[in-house]
């Protein structure tokens, strides 16, 4: 986790030359259960659903491949994201 938690950091910190794209949560929750949205210095401020970054698009290109948010593309097998 602490790993996870740098590179998110570094990443936030410094221009990068890609997109970071977010997860698409839009829920607020602490260790186990749903709660209202976190205000700054309350415990579990900071979730992802906070942030307001580029939001998880894919387009699927008819031909087995998916483009993703960062200009990438990933296999699609049966309807189904491969990865």
Same mark, same amino acid.
């Given at each position: 986790?602490?790993? *996870?938690?740098? &590179? #998110?950091? &570094?990443? #936030?910190?410094?221009?990068?030359?890609? @997109? &970071?794209?977010?997860?698409?949560?839009? +829920?607020?929750?602490?260790? @186990?259960?749903? &709660?209202?949205?976190?205000?700054? =210095? $309350? /415990?579990? *401020?900071?979730?992802?659903? $906070?942030? +307001?970054? #580029? $939001? /998880?698009?894919? %387009? *699927?290109? =008819?031909?087995?491949?998916?483009? #993703? /948010?960062?200009?990438?593309?990933? /296999?699609?097998? +049966?309807? %189904?994201?491969?990865?």
């Amino acid at each position: 986790m602490k790993t *996870h938690l740098t &590179i #998110l950091a &570094i990443a #936030l910190s410094e221009e990068v030359p890609y @997109r &970071i794209v977010g997860t698409g949560q839009d +829920k607020y929750y602490d260790n @186990r259960n749903e &709660i209202p949205c976190p205000r700054v =210095g $309350q /415990p579990f *401020h900071g979730q992802d659903a $906070q942030n +307001k970054s #580029l $939001q /998880p698009t894919y %387009k *699927h290109n =008819g031909d087995g491949t998916e483009s #993703l /948010p960062t200009g990438a593309y990933q /296999p699609v097998v +049966k309807g %189904k994201t491969a990865v």
